[in-house]
C-alpha cells in the first residue's frame, strides 16, 4: 500500500505492516505490478520501481524535472507532422514554465514490454526499457483532438487498450497504444478507473456511475445504491467485488451491485489475500471478508 510523503507499506500476512525506504517525499498514487517487478506513480512526475519484490528499497527512474528534456530530445529527433510538433513544443513551453507539478495516475504494460504511463492534463509518456536504462518519450500526439483531461485509468481488455479520465473521457487503441481513438461515452461525469474482471469491461466514476460491456455488447449501465464515487473493482474466486471511496463494498454487479460491507474510512484502493479484503484508507490499512465479515 502506497500514499503520502512517499510512504510505501507491506505485509506479509496482514497483521504486522512494515514501511519500505523510498527516495522521495511525494505522494505515491498508485503501484503496478510488473511482469519484472513493481511500478511507483506519484506526484510531481516521479516514477520508482522495484525490480526484486523481496527487497524494500525503490529507486527513482523519473524526476519529474527531466520531462522538458524528455520533450525536446524527441522533438529533435522525431519526424513528426507540423500540427504535432506545434503540440509537443506548446507542452514543452507549460512544462518550462510550471516545473513538475503533475502527478502520474495509471499505467498500462504492453505486449512488447513498452509501458505507456498516465496522469493530469492529459499527460502521457511511454517508456521503453533495455539493458542501457530506461527511454521516454512524449505520446499526447497519438490521442485523437486531445482535450487534456486528467487520464486516471487504464486497462487492457478484447485486444484493445482503453484509457478514462474526467468528463467522460474514454479513448480506445487498437493498435497497442500507437493511436488513441475518442469514444463516445455514456455520462458526462469523471471516470476514476476502468477494470477487467470476469471478462467484462467496467469504467466506473462520480456518484455512483457505473457502467459495463462485454466484447460484444456497448456499454450498460450497472445500478449501485451509492451516491459515492467509485475507487476500484477486483475479482475474488470468480465473483465480482467493487470499492467506493466512501468504504463501501458491493458485489455482484453484472446489472446491479448488492452492498456487503462497510468501513468507517474513506478508501482508494483494495486487493485480495490470504482470504481477506484489504483495504488502503486514510485511517491506515483495514481487512475485511469478502462475505462482509470484519
Known sequence: MAGERGIVIRSQHGDRWQQDQVPVSTTITRIKALHDGLL????????????????????????????????RHFIENSNLSESDRQMLERELAGYEQQGP???????????????????????ALEMTKSEEGFVFQ??????????????YGAVSYDGAIYVVGERGTIFRSDDEGLHYTKLES??????????????????YGMKGNLFRKSSVESWTPVKIETEASISDMTSVNGEVFLLTQSGEIFTGCEYSCELVSRVSSPSSSFVFANGQLFLSTFSGPQSVSPNGDQ
Not at 507539478?101 to 499527460?123: H, N, S, T, V
Not at 455514456?186 to 469504467?203: C, D, K, M, Q, R
Open 101 to 123: 507539478d503533475k502527478p502520474f495516475l495509471d499505467a498500462i504494460e504492453l505486449e512488447d514490454g513498452r509501458l505507456q504511463i498516465f496522469g493530469a492534463y492529459g499527460m
Open 138 to 151: 512524449p505520446i499526447t500526439q497519438r490521442f485523437e483532438n486531445n482535450p487534456y483531461m486528467h487520464l
Open 186 to 203: 455514456p455520462y458526462e461525469g469523471t471516470f476514476f478507473g476502468a477494470s477487467e474482471v470476469n471478462g467484462n469491461l467496467y469504467i
Open 40 to 71: 511507483a506513480l506519484a506526484h510531481s512526475g516521479a516514477l520508482l520501481e522495484l525490480t526484486n519484490v523481496a527487497e524494500q528499497e525503490w529507486k527513482v527512474i523519473l524526476d519529474g524535472r527531466e520531462i522538458p528534456a524528455i520533450y
